[in-house]
């Protein structure tokens, strides 16, 4: 019970929730993601530089649990072969869960929440849908995902990386947003490579987005 005090102390309007867009992934991305806490709550699921605060996911519900009373609590377990992630509800929201059951594919939007070690959404928005949309999704989100290089492109690509940061040093580094232009590969890709440099100790960030060579 006290985990559900703490859960419910997290209150956030549906007005907020709508000026962040609904990010559209499938759940073992969200599972890998970085939670980025201030005050022990989550500010935002950091994925790919993305700050992910709603998604939208469509999956099966393959668990699904009510606690009615005075202190009403539910969710349900959603899983799109990829991983599985719970949904919670508390009070009216219960709700919510009713016209679903183990074995439907839903359409959820949802807030991301983050309680002890655990990444799970607050509902918004459930529908049911056809399982033939969770192969829809699946492709929707493949055909979205940037294009990876050989091994070969991408170590000329951390090569040219390297070289931008050590030639800015004359002016205090360079912005990652200059680099991602002059280097016309796809930004995901570029900041993977900046991640592993980051990583490896031979750049530094003086401040977010900007880059320093470290050697």
């Known amino acids: 019970m006290a985990d559900q005090k703490e859960e419910l102390k997290q209150p956030i309007s549906t007005e907020q929730y709508k000026r962040h867009i609904a990010f559209k992934y499938r759940i073992g991305n969200l599972l890998t993601g970085k939670p980025i806490l201030e005050n022990d709550r989550l500010r935002f699921l950091e994925i790919n530089n993305k700050n992910i605060i709603r998604v939208n996911i469509i999956a099966n519900i393959v668990d699904k649990f009510l606690q009615e009373g005075e202190k009403k609590y539910g969710s349900i377990t959603l899983d799109d072969a990829t991983g599985q992630i719970r949904v919670k509800a508390f009070g009216d929201d219960l709700s919510k869960f009713s016209p679903f059951n183990q074995g439907d594919t839903v359409l959820l939007i ?19 849908k056809d399982p033939s949309f969770l192969l829809i999704r699946k492709l929707e989100i493949e055909s979205e995902e940037p294009k990876s290089l050989d091994k070969e492109k991408l170590l000329q690509l951390k090569d040219k990386i390297l070289e931008m940061v050590k030639n800015s040093e004359s002016t205090n580094g360079i912005e990652v ?39």
Request: avoid cysteine; proline fraction near 7%.
């Open 177 to 215: 947003e200059k680099m991602i232009l002059e280097l016309k590969e796809h930004p995901d890709i570029i900041n993977q490579e900046i991640k592993r440099l980051l990583e490896d100790g031979m750049v530094y960030e003086p401040r977010p987005g900007k880059l320093r060579y470290l050697g």
């Open 110 to 128: 949802g807030l991301v929440k983050h309680w002890k070690d655990e990444i799970y959404i607050s509902p918004e928005i459930i529908k049911k």
